[in-house]
């Protein structure tokens, strides 16, 4: 059975940062594309970053504008995002997510990814 479970969410003060994992298990996703995508209530899940299974292609959401990083340990199966600089705006619940996809409009798609975690909710206070 695949699975992805993020950790890492809580509580933080405006400016301050957050270190998501998603660990990956089931099978092998060194060839998956893996992605975080962020969801608030009532509006739609939104793209946040990807990484191709290389790690040769990375890809950011313009609002990240260089303040959260992708990595992704394939021995460990596993995907990070390191938040910094976070704002009340950041405040949503965090979703890992895995696809075979490797084209950028794919992957920076939630309708493209195949596989998603149950989310880790993020919460910036002012």
């Known amino acids: 059975q695949v699975q992805l479970v993020e950790s890492g969410g809580g509580l933080v003060q405006a400016g301050g940062s957050l270190r998501l994992s998603c660990a990956a298990s089931?099978?092998?996703?060194?060839?998956?594309?893996m992605g975080w995508f962020r969801q608030t209530p009532g509006k739609e899940r939104d793209f946040v970053a990807a990484?191709?299974?290389?790690?040769?292609?990375?890809y950011y959401a313009d609002f990240v504008k260089g303040r959260f990083t992708i990595s992704r340990d394939n021995a460990k199966n596993t995907v990070y995002l390191q938040m910094n600089s976070l704002t009340p705006e950041d405040t949503a619940v965090y979703y890992c997510?895995?696809?075979?996809?490797?084209?950028?409009?794919?992957?920076?798609?939630?309708?493209?990814?195949?596989?998603w975690g149950k989310g880790t909710l993020v919460t910036v206070s002012s």
């Open positions: 990484i191709t299974w290389s790690g040769g292609r990375i």
């Open positions: 997510a895995a696809g075979q996809g490797s084209n950028k409009y794919t992957i920076t798609a939630a309708g493209g990814m195949d596989y």
């Open positions: 089931g099978r092998t996703f060194s060839s998956d594309a």
